[in-house]
């Protein structure tokens, strides 16, 4: 039986794979676009001690979390942010 992890992000266990998936991806969005980082790390912090996060994705919607909370628009599926 396969365990999975359930209560990390992708900037937790692999610095190289977080910059080069999530870090490429927010640096090309405007600015305009992009929540302030106090906001931003809330809304992790919530999916942190969340059980649909798993390995940077939510579980409830299929999205790279640290992406979704990053963007002005970006709404958690179950409305925990
Ligand atoms: S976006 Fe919402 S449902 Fe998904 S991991 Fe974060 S807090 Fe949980």
């Not at 992009?34 to 906001?39: C, F, I, N, S």
């Not at 996060?53 to 640290?66: D, I, R």
């Amino acid at each position: 039986m396969t365990k999975i992890c359930t209560r990390c992000l992708l900037a937790d266990f692999d610095r190289e794979k977080y910059e080069k998936l999530i870090g490429k991806s927010l640096s090309d969005l405007p600015p305009e676009d992009l929540t302030a980082d106090d906001v931003r790390s809330s809304r992790l912090d919530i999916c942190r001690g969340c059980g649909k996060l798993n390995q940077g994705t939510c579980l409830a919607c299929g999205c790279f979390v640290e992406i979704r909370a990053a963007l002005v628009r970006g709404r958690c599926p179950y409305k925990k942010w």
